[in-house]
């Protein structure tokens, strides 16, 4: 073939179509994103009550009974601050619920955008304080009962209390953030190639 038939078939080939991104999919994606955050947060109030139901039951109703009014200061203390928490989620939850579809792309991106910098500006405030709070109570709760046990097992119990916590805080609390954040990140992403899209159509 010489060249002016090699540029005449390359002239006349059809340059293919530029596939603009798969809105369905799009959509889908956001969908089973929105639908884990949920379902996160609800399933995590719920351990949380169902923590305070229990800790309610043995420290008021099982029979067990305690001789420091400390110990019982500790227990209400540690109820309260679980309880927070579980009402915590719960809101957060119902307020992921109102992120439904039901306004135009920009007003959807734009309300995701304001729960994503609410949900930042609360962990940085509300995780140190349920950290704190939560530890502080328990101290409380704990001076009776590791006073009837030897130094050489509050030592060890110190030991992986404070080991336990402090790998949930800083290791298991900031994946399960980063996760949280990763499908956050992911749905304002498709909402703005989304929001592209329907700019250009």
């Known amino acids: ?3 002016f038939e090699l540029f005449k078939e390359r002239w006349q080939q059809q340059p293919e179509p530029v596939k603009g991104p798969d809105l369905a999919g799009l959509k889908a994606s956001n969908t089973d994103a929105l639908s884990k955050l949920r379902r ?5 109030a719920i351990a949380l009550l169902a923590t305070v139901v229990v800790l309610t039951w043995i420290g008021f109703f099982s029979g067990i009974t305690f001789s420091s009014a400390t110990t019982y200061t500790g227990l209400v203390l540690v109820l309260v601050v679980v309880l927070t928490q579980s009402l915590i989620n ?3 939850y119902r307020r992921l619920g109102q992120l439904a579809v039901t306004s135009s792309a920009s007003e959807h991106l734009q309300q995701w955008e304001t729960y994503y910098s609410f949900r930042k500006k609360m962990v940085r405030i509300n995780s140190p304080l349920y950290f704190i709070g ?5 101290g409380l709760y704990f001076i009776e009962i590791l006073g009837y046990f030897s130094p ?3 030592a060890l119990f110190l030991v992986l209390y404070l080991g336990w916590m402090a790998f949930a805080y800083l290791y298991l609390g ?3 953030l980063r996760k949280e954040y990763g499908r956050i990140e992911a749905i304002l992403e498709n909402l703005r190639r989304l929001h592209g899209q329907l700019k250009e159509e």
């Not at 996160?40 to 995590?44: A, D, E, K, N």
């Not at 939560?134 to 328990?138: R, S, V």
């Open 40 to 44: 996160t947060q609800l399933w995590s």
């Open 90 to 92: 719960f809101a957060i």
């Open 152 to 154: 050489a097992f509050i």
């Open 174 to 176: 900031r994946r399960a």
């Open 1 to 3: 073939m010489d060249e």
């Open 134 to 138: 939560l530890n502080a109570a328990m």
